[in-house]
């Protein structure tokens, strides 16, 4: 059974950093993508960054130049590096991954980045 276990959400004052990990359990195969997305109160759930085998990425306008996505293939563990926070980055922080041809979600890990 394949799982999700995300880590490193919390809050941070602005212009602080935090580093969200996603470990992929259960499966011999590395996901082709991995990413996040995130949502915020009465906001859709939108694309922030995402990583495709070997290590294309892509990342949301909104946080280019700040945030940085990487895998550890070898642990199939991706992670969101997330600097300059402001307190438009609160939101509810999910890891997605496309596993051979099926689509997973963490369950959620709180950024929280006050006024």
């Known amino acids: 059974q394949v799982q999700l276990v995300e880590s490193g959400g919390g809050l941070v004052q602005a212009g602080g950093s935090l580093r969200l990990s996603c470990a992929v359990s259960g499966s011999r195969f590395s996901p082709h993508a991995m990413g996040w997305y995130r949502q915020a109160p009465g906001k859709q759930r939108e694309l922030v960054a995402d990583i495709t085998w070997p290590a294309r990425t892509n990342y949301a306008n909104s946080v280019k130049g700040r945030f940085t996505i990487s895998r550890d293939n070898a642990k199939n563990t991706v992670y969101l590096q997330m600097n300059s926070l402001t307190p438009e980055d609160t939101a509810v922080y999910y890891c997605?991954?496309?596993?051979?041809?099926?689509?997973?979600w963490g369950q959620g890990t709180q950024v929280t980045v006050p006024s």
């Open positions: 997605n991954v496309l596993l051979v041809g099926v689509t997973y």
